[in-house]
């Protein structure tokens, strides 16, 4: 019987939809905007499809950190082994995580962000293989599965997967909100991989030409931006690059609107989103992938949540982005939080890679019933 350690972080991904880029040390920040807890939930996805899965055992904390999600999800066994006195912290996850080790799991199953991995990471080294269900805010660590489902089908195929080296990374947050991309490399930790389950860590590409093609692809757009459309602008520099071209100074790590040539809000929120969307006729969402991840939705942007999607259709997401990225990205994955949304977008999208320029790029999830054999990662 396999042995699986389960840590989950309640307040992981909070700091998301309000626009705070991170949670860590923001939690009450996070709820004064109207924050929700999300990270159970995306625990019970992952959870919900092995409570009938034979030959597991969970280990886990109680209450919010893992136990109400267990029996919540329809599993009966499980041990409680760590309780946290009052609000957990990362020290809970830490002390959880140097019980579980002492326990002797098979796997330590986690939910939460970049810094939950880290903390984790801190206390078994590579003694323990990791395994995220990605529910933070930023999610750079090749220790993911790409989506809550791929999490499930990685716990109950364990017998066929192989154990990678996989990045355990994070960001200065307090950089990351001012606008730098500060990343730093923790370790090396040992996640079980099945073809096509577990994220790579992000990438940044600084090629010499990357910035005349980010020019090329922000004077095409900038052709062909409709009058009295809404536009929502997602992060990274080939989007700052569009707003650069129209004479607008864009937030380089946030989400922001334009209309007409004019900057309507600057690092909008889930709330700004949806309140100047509600009168629109005609939104588009201009986004970028996560370089070699391929996220283009569901890492570092859930301010551009279901519900703002769904406002615009599926049909008005542009995706940009540099050959050279594209050529270093194998496929784009989505992961809004609802499955039936990342579905919507099919089997690929056109992303336009210079002026007027574009390529076809495959869309991947994973399917559910395929068997593990089928997936193994050679």
């Given at each position: 019987?396999?042995?699986?350690?389960?840590?989950?972080?309640?307040v992981?991904?909070?700091?998301?939809?309000?626009?705070?880029?991170?949670?860590?040390?923001?939690?009450?920040?996070?709820?004064?905007?109207?924050?929700?807890?999300?990270?159970?939930?995306?625990?019970?996805?992952?959870?919900?499809?092995?409570?009938?899965?034979?030959g597991?055992?969970f280990l886990?904390?109680?209450?919010?950190?893992?136990e109400?999600v267990l029996a919540?999800?329809g599993?009966?066994?499980y041990?409680?082994?760590?309780?946290?006195?009052?609000?957990?912290?990362?020290?809970?996850?830490?002390e959880?995580?140097r019980?579980?080790?002492?326990?002797?799991?098979?796997?330590?199953?986690?939910?939460?962000?970049?810094g939950?991995?880290?903390?984790?990471?801190?206390?078994?080294?590579?003694?323990?293989?990791?395994?995220?269900?990605?529910?933070?805010?930023?999610?750079y660590?090749?220790?993911?599965?790409?989506?809550p489902?791929a999490?499930?089908e990685?716990?109950t195929?364990?017998?066929?997967?192989?154990?990678?080296?996989?990045?355990v990374?994070?960001?200065?947050?307090e950089?990351?909100?001012?606008?730098?991309?500060?990343?730093?490399?923790?370790g090396?930790?040992?996640?079980?991989?099945?073809?096509?389950m577990?994220?790579?860590?992000?990438?940044?590409?600084?090629?010499?030409?990357?910035?005349?093609v980010k020019?090329q692809?922000?004077?095409?757009?900038?052709e062909?931006m409709?009058?009295?459309?809404?536009?929502?602008?997602?992060?990274?520099?080939?989007?700052?690059?569009?707003?650069r071209?129209?004479?607008?100074?864009?937030?380089?790590?946030?989400?922001?609107?334009?209309?007409?040539?004019?900057?309507?809000?600057?690092?909008?929120?889930?709330?700004?989103?949806?309140?100047?969307?509600?009168?629109?006729?005609?939104?588009?969402?201009?986004?970028?992938p996560?370089?070699?991840?391929?996220?283009?939705l569901g890492?570092?942007?859930?301010?551009?949540?279901?519900?703002?999607i769904?406002?615009?259709?599926v049909g008005?997401i542009?995706?940009?982005?540099t050959?050279h990225?594209?050529?270093?990205?194998?496929?784009?994955?989505?992961?809004t939080?609802?499955?039936?949304?990342?579905?919507?977008?099919?089997?690929?999208?056109?992303v336009?890679?210079?002026?007027?320029?574009?390529?076809?790029?495959?869309i991947?999830?994973?399917?559910p019933?395929?068997?593990?054999?089928?997936?193994?990662?050679?």
């Amino acid at each position: 019987m396999k042995r699986i350690g389960l840590i989950i972080n309640p307040v992981a991904g909070m700091g998301g939809s309000v626009g705070l880029k991170g949670t860590d040390g923001n939690v009450e920040e996070a709820r004064a905007r109207g924050a929700e807890p999300h990270a159970g939930d995306r625990a019970r996805m992952a959870l919900e499809p092995i409570k009938n899965s034979p030959g597991l055992c969970f280990l886990t904390c109680s209450g919010d950190m893992g136990e109400s999600v267990l029996a919540g999800s329809g599993i009966t066994r499980y041990q409680i082994v760590y309780s946290p006195q009052g609000k957990s912290s990362a020290l809970d996850t830490k002390e959880a995580a140097r019980v579980l080790l002492r326990e002797g799991v098979d796997l330590i199953l986690f939910c939460g962000g970049d810094g939950t991995a880290r903390d984790i990471f801190s206390v078994v080294g590579r003694d323990v293989p990791l395994l995220g269900i990605p529910a933070g805010v930023k999610m750079y660590s090749g220790v993911f599965a790409i989506c809550p489902a791929a999490a499930a089908e990685l716990v109950t195929g364990l017998e066929t997967a192989v154990l990678r080296d996989s990045e355990v990374m994070d960001v200065d947050e307090e950089a990351y909100r001012a606008g730098t991309l500060d990343t730093r490399l923790y370790g090396i930790a040992r996640t079980p991989v099945i073809r096509g389950m577990v994220q790579v860590s992000k990438q940044v590409y600084e090629e010499p030409d990357e910035e005349r093609v980010k020019g090329q692809i922000a004077q095409f757009m900038q052709e062909v931006m409709l009058p009295d459309t809404l536009y929502i602008l997602g992060a990274g520099t080939t989007t700052e690059a569009i707003a650069r071209y129209l004479g607008l100074k864009k937030t380089l790590l946030g989400v922001d609107v334009v209309k007409n040539g004019r900057l309507v809000a600057r690092d909008a929120d889930e709330k700004i989103l949806l309140r100047l969307t509600g009168g629109e006729k005609d939104i588009r969402i201009i986004i970028s992938p996560i370089g070699a991840q391929g996220f283009i939705l569901g890492r570092g942007n859930q301010q551009i949540s279901a519900t703002v999607i769904r406002r615009a259709g599926v049909g008005h997401i542009i995706v940009v982005a540099t050959s050279h990225k594209l050529q270093e990205t194998p496929e784009l994955l989505v992961d809004t939080g609802d499955p039936e949304l990342d579905r919507e977008f099919g089997e690929s999208i056109q992303v336009i890679c210079g002026y007027r320029l574009a390529q076809r790029k495959r869309i991947r999830q994973p399917a559910p019933h395929e068997s593990n054999e089928k997936k193994r990662q050679i």
